[in-house]
């Protein structure tokens, strides 16, 4: 079970506004050992993103409002989002994925999404090893369903690099993965594959291990 807390903070300059924020950052139910963990590690991420924007970007904002000003041009608010997606939990076993989004006036928005495996019991991350360790040739299959999928969206007409196959297999980060009803997903980051403009890229696996699986400990 999990639960969000959620805020919105307006920065201004010169009494204007220049960046608007929201929050939502997603917190386990429960006092025991396992949800302070995952709470924490939440926690963490939450304050990574508000220090980027209350800081660098911030700075970035009142920066261009003051060009605008110069110019006599209008000015939009820049905006950045926390969000978080729903949550999968089954056989011991939480995955969720987070967005941190930043859209700088009427530019297109960028996106960095990460995802977390967790087994609920110890508040530990499961690992891709941990997930598909008990099948035989799992990181080649991975890599073929996700050539296959490269091959759908180029059917589909979704723009990709020349060299989007090679780049799959270069730069597959094993961390980018959560588990849904269907399954695990794995994803790319926006510009690995292929222009921003393309967004995150998703490949449904038809592959999966024990997700339960035990562990003795892990890091505090």
């Known amino acids: ?4 807390i959620c805020w919105k903070e307006t920065l201004f300059w010169a009494e204007e506004p220049v960046l608007e924020l929201a929050l939502r950052v997603p917190l386990p139910v429960g006092e025991g050992p396992a949800e302070r963990r995952m709470g924490r590690w939440y926690a963490r991420l939450g304050a990574v993103w508000y220090r980027r924007w209350t800081g660098p970007l911030y700075r970035a904002a009142c920066g261009a409002c003051a060009l605008a000003r110069e110019r006599a041009r209008p000015f939009w608010p820049w905006r950045a989002e926390l969000r978080s997606g729903p949550v999968w939990e089954a056989d011991g076993v939480s995955s969720l994925w987070t967005e941190g989004v930043e859209r700088r006036g009427r530019e297109e928005p960028r996106v960095v999404r990460t995802a977390m495996i967790w ?31 490269l091959s759908r969206c180029r059917r589909e007409g979704i723009a990709l690099w020349r060299d989007a196959e090679r780049r799959a297999v270069r730069k597959c980060d094993l961390r980018n993965l959560y588990l849904t009803a269907d399954g695990p997903v794995l994803f790319y980051p926006m510009g690995v594959l292929g222009p921003s403009g393309s967004g995150i890229l998703e490949f449904p696996l038809t592959l999966g291990g024990d997700t339960a699986s035990e562990k003795e400990s892990c890091p505090k």
């Open 119 to 149: 087994e609920a019991r110890s508040g530990c991350p499961i690992t891709a090893s941990e997930l598909f360790g008990a099948e035989t040739g799992w990181r080649k299959r991975i890599n073929e369903q996700v050539e296959e999928g």
């Open 1 to 4: 079970m999990w639960e969000y």
